[in-house]
Every structure is written in structure tokens, then in C-alpha cells.
């Protein structure tokens, strides 16, 4: 059963994570991988979200399999983000490559410590 | 295509799902299966990069399937930086710093090495040795990384 959660997860994730790239890509034209990153900081805050919620026994394990390890586990991702930087990096935006790692990580950070302080203050 | 990445996300998930399940974090160090399980996908997308991009025959479902999805879906930024909030949250801050410093590290290193080794293996491939320039013996081993010529 948990497995199937986590598969459930991980197929909704994955797809979600290809369409929010693509919607987000489709409405700027730098090479700065913002869609990743949008896919990145949505996955981080909804782990963050879940995590608080079961901390405060709002969501249960099961939920935190399928929308913690599976949705939002798949939703965000490290190898395209890791690919694309090291895609800027070769076509010599080397600021933007830095960058690309910088922001990733404080926003990120940023989301699930948003997630869990806002997980803390609805159900805690 | 989204059928792809939904089969792909699906088996990457339970791919990552089952290797913290073989391997789970101890309680308040650095989670070394995520920092694995991210390092392992980024080498191998850095592989599959390299194959799309060096041989145009590859199926046009690879890279969806393959890297949107399975790799994609293994891969996770959300477990990272959620095991920074767990660990500094619960008092241990040099996991936590490891972790955070650790998984990217090794991640930009395995997505480098994975495409400049098969890139060079597959240029290699396609294009034959010329004759050895220099007399004395082979001028590259057949082995040899460097030296794919121009």
C-alpha cells in the first residue's frame, strides 16, 4: 500500500513538474531555468506544509507518502537542476550558473521553512 | 508524452522510495541516502544528456521518460532542503551544513563527469583513431578519457 502511495505520488509529481516548466519557460526568454526552480520551491514548500501538518498530527503518514515522498518528491527534482547549471555553465554564464545554485537553495530552504511556520500556525 | 513522464516520475519515486527504506537517515545526521540518491540521478542524467545529444537516433520518448520522469522523479530538491529544516531544527548543525553543502557538490560533480565521460566515449566511437602521428606506439590507449581529437 505504501508503495502504491508513493507511486500514485510520484506519477502526479513528475507530469506536473514537466507542465509547470513548460508554462513558466514559455513566458520569458532568458536561458535561466526558471521553471525548475518554480517546480523546486513549490515541491520544498509543500514538504514543508506536510511535514508541519504531521508534526501537529494533522496529516498522516500515508498522506506524507503520497504528497511528501511521492508528489512533491517528484515535483522537484535535482538532476535537471544539477543538468542546467551545468548547461549554463558551458555556454559560459557562468554568473548565471552560480546563481542558478544560489537561489535554488535559499529559495527552497526558504519555501519549507515557509511551509512548516504556516503548517504550525493553521494546525498546531 | 505526459504518459511517459507520469510512468517515469512514478518508477523514480519508488526507485528513491525504496532505497531510503534499505538505507534510512540516522536520527540527526546527514540523510546519506537522499544525498546518494541525488548524486547517483544527476550522474546518470548527465549520461542520458550525452547520448541524446551525441546520437540523434535515440527514441524521442528517452528523454522524456528517462530524464523528465524516472530521473526527474528519483532525483528531489523538496527532501533536501527539508532534511536542512529537520537537522537545524532539531539542534544538529553541522548535518545540517554538511548536507546542504555536500548534495550539491557531489551532484554538479557526478552531472559533469557523467556527461564528459560518455560524450567523450561516444565521439570516440564515432570517429575512429587516425593513425598514430608519433612513432614509438599508440598515442592514447584505447581506454584513455582525453584526446578525442578536435
Redo the contacts between chains.
Keep these: 500500500m505504501?508503495?502504491l502511495l508513493?507511486?500514485?505520488?510520484?506519477?502526479?509529481?513528475?507530469?506536473l513538474?514537466?507542465?509547470t516548466d513548460r508554462a513558466v519557460q514559455a513566458r520569458h526568454d532568458s536561458p535561466f531555468p526558471w521553471g525548475t526552480l518554480t517546480a523546486?520551491v513549490a515541491?520544498?514548500l509543500?514538504?514543508?506544509l506536510l511535514?508541519g501538518a504531521v508534526l501537529a498530527g494533522a496529516a498522516s503518514q500515508q498522506l506524507a507518502?503520497l504528497l511528501?515522498?511521492?508528489l512533491?518528491?517528484?515535483?522537484?527534482?535535482?538532476?535537471?537542476?544539477?543538468?542546467e547549471?551545468?548547461r549554463l555553465a558551458q555556454q559560459g554564464a557562468r554568473l548565471p550558473a552560480a546563481l542558478n545554485?544560489l537561489v535554488?537553495?535559499v529559495a527552497?530552504?526558504g519555501?519549507?521553512?515557509l511551509g512548516?511556520a504556516l503548517a504550525g500556525a493553521l494546525w498546531a | 508524452m505526459l504518459a511517459a513522464v507520469a510512468l517515469g516520475g512514478g518508477a523514480g519515486a519508488a526507485g528513491r522510495y525504496g532505497l531510503t527504506l534499505l538505507w534510512p537517515a540516522a536520527g540527526g545526521g546527514v540523510p546519506w541516502s537522499m544525498v546518494t540518491v541525488n548524486a547517483v540521478g544527476c550522474g546518470l542524467i548527465g549520461v542520458l544528456m550525452a547520448v541524446v545529444g551525441e546520437r540523434p537516433g535515440t527514441h524521442r520518448l528517452a528523454r522524456p521518460f528517462l530524464g523528465t520522469g524516472v530521473l526527474g522523479g528519483f532525483t528531489t530538491f523538496s527532501a533536501y532542503a527539508g532534511a536542512f529544516e529537520e537537522l537545524s531544527g532539531a539542534g544538529r548543525g553541522a548535518a545540517a551544513f554538511s548536507s546542504l553543502l555536500i548534495t550539491p557538490l557531489l551532484s554538479l560533480a557526478a552531472v559533469w563527469l557523467g556527461w564528459t565521460v560518455t560524450r567523450g566515449i561516444l565521439l570516440r566511437r564515432r570517429r575512429p583513431l587516425p593513425p598514430a602521428a608519433a612513432p614509438g606506439g599508440p598515442a592514447a590507449p584505447a581506454g584513455s578519457r582525453d584526446g578525442a581529437g578536435p
Excluded at chain 1, 72 to 77: D, K, Q
Design positions: 505504501n508503495w508513493v507511486i500514485a505520488g510520484g506519477m502526479a509529481g513528475a507530469p513538474r514537466y507542465l523546486n515541491g520544498s509543500g514538504l514543508g511535514t507518502l511528501g515522498t511521492g512533491c518528491g517528484a515535483l522537484s527534482t535535482y538532476s535537471t537542476f544539477s543538468y547549471t551545468l545554485v535554488s537553495v527552497a530552504l519555501a519549507v521553512l512548516s
